[in-house]
């Protein structure tokens, strides 16, 4: 059986990982790797794949930036060929990003059949593009995965048929349990025992000037009680610059390769984030979590793990940011099926096929 696995964007590769490493335990199946180039900077993407040992990708397209349309559209006209030169049987797609829904969209077309790893996921806010990539996405595949019960549960209320969907857990949480031990090795020289750590790369949050300026005061204020470190993603990083805020007081760093961010994540004080991702690595690390968002299509890191939405004006990140200093951190566990084999049931239910 030839699977074919589609990856674009930095968080599909902790999610590529596992379950390419858990098909490979099985030789009925063969594997190839398609990397679109949605992502193309280095610590955005190549320290990614040396980190998390995932192979070197059979093709990049090499599409890069541009406008959803554009970006979309290129990532299509570049995949087609591919499938139908490469005839595979099944083609994975992972998480949420353009790269997704393009690759699933060919597919469908093309009558090839498509599983969706992380299916279900909703945020019910159609204005994160995200969140248009998911429906597309989960109404398009043949096969769903799913990381927790809501899941299971939006994709019924979307009409899917139940035989299609599969509750494996997170696979995302796979790749953090593997490398934790790796992580817990990495000295952190120069930080204080007590920081916190930021990331914040959502349009919603940087692409307008006036969030984005009130989401950077409220962390100089924080950083006047405790230290910010801020690894900065591209997208903001030129947000900061059109706009011309002067952010120098915060400790902002380059994007920074899986394990050393894992590191950072583990020992911070509290973590606050507008990332889907991280949202689930705090909850399984149960470091407190204020997320920059009024919604979130992971709540079950609201309900059961340690994340807090503090939407996007500074108030409730104060609120919520003296309680964690305070030492009033919410109790939390680890959703089930969070507990680094979800690769594992991936591979032994496509073995069943
Ligand atoms: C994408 C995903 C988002 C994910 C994020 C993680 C979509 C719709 N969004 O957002 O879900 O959380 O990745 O990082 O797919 N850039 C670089 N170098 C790179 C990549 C991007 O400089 O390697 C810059 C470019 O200026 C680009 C901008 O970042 O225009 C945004 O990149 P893009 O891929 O469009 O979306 P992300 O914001 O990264």
Redesign the pocket.
């Known amino acids: 059986m030839h699977i074919l696995h589609v990856v674009?964007?930095?968080?599909n590769l902790m999610k590529v990982a596992p379950v390419m490493s858990a098909l490979k335990q099985y030789s009925r199946f063969r594997q190839t790797l398609i990397h679109t180039g949605?992502?193309?900077?280095t610590?955005?993407?190549d320290v990614f794949f040396q980190q998390l040992e995932i192979p070197v990708p059979d093709m990049n397209l090499g599409v890069?930036?541009?406008s959803?349309a554009r970006?979309t559209a290129e990532i299509m006209t570049r995949f087609e060929p591919i499938i139908l030169e490469r005839k595979p049987d099944l083609v994975l797609v992972y998480?949420?990003?353009?790269?997704?829904v393009a690759a699933a969209l060919v597919c469908a077309k093309l009558l090839v059949r498509v599983g969706h790893v992380e299916a279900g996921l909703r945020s019910f806010d159609r204005a994160m593009?995200?969140e248009i990539?998911r429906l597309v996405t989960d109404q398009l595949a043949d096969l769903l995965f799913t990381p927790s019960e809501d899941g299971d549960r939006n994709l019924a209320r979307e009409g899917i048929a139940a035989n299609k969907v599969h509750l494996v857990g997170n696979v995302m949480i796979d790749s953090l349990v593997r490398l934790l031990p790796a992580a817990m090795k990495q000295r952190l020289n120069g930080l204080p025992d007590r920081y916190v750590l930021v990331t914040l790369?959502?349009?919603a949050n940087v692409d307008d000037d006036h969030n984005l300026k009130i989401l950077l005061q409220s962390l100089l204020e924080v950083n006047s009680q405790l230290k910010v470190v801020f690894p900065v993603?591209?997208?903001t990083?030129?947000r900061i610059a059109d706009f011309e805020f002067d952010a120098s007081q915060l400790d902002l760093r380059e994007?920074l390769p899986y394990i050393e961010f894992l590191a950072l994540q583990r020992r911070a004080t509290a973590v606050i984030t507008d990332?889907?991702?991280i949202q689930e690595e705090t909850t399984y690390l149960k470091v407190p979590c204020l997320t920059l968002r009024n919604n979130t299509e992971r709540p079950v890191t609201v309900t059961m793990g340690t994340n807090v939405l503090v939407g996007q004006n500074g108030a409730g990140l104060r609120t919520e940011l003296a309680k964690v200093l305070a030492g009033k951190q919410k109790s939390s566990a680890v959703p089930p099926l969070w507990d680094g084999h979800a690769g594992d049931r991936i591979a032994e239910f496509l073995d069943k096929l």
């Open positions: 674009g964007a930095r968080p949605q992502h193309y900077d610590n955005m993407s890069g930036s541009g959803h970006q998480g949420d990003v353009n790269s997704t593009p995200e990539n790369h959502r349009p993603h591209p997208r990083r030129q994007p990332s889907g991702g």
